[in-house]
T-cell receptor, first 116, second 115 residues
């Protein structure tokens, strides 16, 4: 199965600034997903990112706050913009293999974000 | 709305014993896949086992097995011969075409393994 390298693993940021999280996959994947996870809580889907098209956002998440790029089949970024302390969380990316019937989802190791 | 319910926030098991984690889900679709993921303190999500809804046979992976009751929409995970390394957060999840193929997770069960 694919391996994902997610960077940074953690960061402490000032409110009002932005942070871009990167995920690099070691093979081509059809779909990538971005999740947010509060410590000790479940994973909440932020958006689905397909190469060559706009990301699809879940209710409660907007592109201006969480812009996503997917320039090719092995890479995606999530930016957390104009951060506030409420954005402090763990952010994870995930990838689904090609074809989509390959249901071997892989996850990055997560980015722990603290906004002060 | 499609939901996944894990009714046990915490479970404890002694080493070498067997424990069962429960999961129920609600979907009106017939084509879906079910998963159990393990998340240790390292945050890395690790696939434990998966089950296709169209398969009647319960999936098994070494010490891990599921009891899939499609009519009851139940998907429990049994861990046999528990080991200290099994201690982690366990998430039940499913995927359907109408969910855009994203995984929909339950709230998780924290498993403690005692010597």
């Amino acid at each position: 199965s694919a391996v994902i390298s997610q960077k940074p693993s953690r960061d402490i940021c000032q409110r009002g600034t932005s942070l871009t999280i990167q995920c690099q996959v070691d093979s081509q994947v059809t779909m990538m997903f971005w999740y947010r996870q509060q410590p000790g809580q479940s994973l909440t889907l932020i958006a689905t990112a397909n190469q060559g098209s706009e990301a699809t956002y879940e209710s409660g998440f907007v592109i201006d706050k969480f812009p996503i790029s997917r320039p090719n089949l092995t890479f995606s970024t999530l930016t957390v913009s104009n951060m506030s302390p409420e954005d402090s969380s763990i952010y994870l990316c995930s990838a689904a293999g090609t074809p989509i019937t390959n249901y071997g989802y892989t996850f990055g190791s997560g980015t722990r974000l603290t906004v002060v | 709305a499609q939901t996944v319910t894990q009714s046990q926030p915490e479970m404890s098991v002694q080493e070498a014993e067997t424990v069962t984690l429960s999961c129920t889900y609600d979907t009106s679709e017939s084509d879906y896949y079910l998963f159990w993921y393990k998340q240790p303190p390292s945050r890395q999500m690790i696939l434990v086992i998966r089950q296709e809804a169209y398969k009647q046979q319960n999936a098994t992976e070494n010490r891990f097995s599921v009891n899939f009751q499609k009519a009851a929409k139940s998907f429990s995970l049994k861990i046999s011969d528990s080991q200290l390394g099994d201690a982690a957060m366990y998430f039940c999840a499913y995927r359907t075409p109408n969910s855009g193929y994203a995984l929909n997770f339950g709230k998780g069960t924290s498993l403690l393994v005692t010597p």
